[in-house]
C-alpha cells in the first residue's frame, strides 16, 4: 500500500471565472493552493490557514463550502495518495505568491487544460466543479 498523506485544498475564483492554481517550489506541477494540517486543525481550519500562507487569501474557515473528499495521487511525491479535502471559496479574488509559492497560474477552465495539473484537479475537483462559476 502506497502512502497517504491527508491535506486540504481550496478552490478560488477571480473575478473574470477563472481557477487558482499554484506550483510549490522545486515542482513541475499545479494545483489548489492548501496543505497538510496543523496538530489540532480541522479541515477548514487547515484550508484557511494555508491558503493566507500561500496566496494572502485571508478567510475565515467558517466561510468556506466543502465541495469534497477525494483519494488521488500525489502530485509530487511518487508512489504516494494523497486524501484531499477540497473547499471552495465565496467570492472572487486576487492573489500573490508566498512562502513555498514558486507561481501562481489562473486557469480558464473553458479553455484547453495544460498538462501540468495535479491528479486531484483533473480526476476530482474539475468534474466536481462541473459549470460552477467563479
Known sequence: MNPLIVVSAVCVFDDAGRLLTVRKRGTDMFMHPGGKPEAGESPAQTASRELEEEVGIVLAPEALALLGTWLADAANEPATQIEATVFTAPGTWSA?????????????L?????????????????????????
Do not use: F, K, M, Q
Open 110 to 134: 473553458a479553455a484547453d487544460l495544460p498538462d501540468d495539473l495535479a491528479p486531484l484537479l483533473t480526476d476530482h475537483v474539475l468534474p466536481a466543479l462541473g459549470g460552477l462559476p467563479g
Open 96 to 108: 500573490r505568491p508566498s512562502a513555498e509559492i514558486a507561481e501562481i497560474r489562473w486557469l480558464d
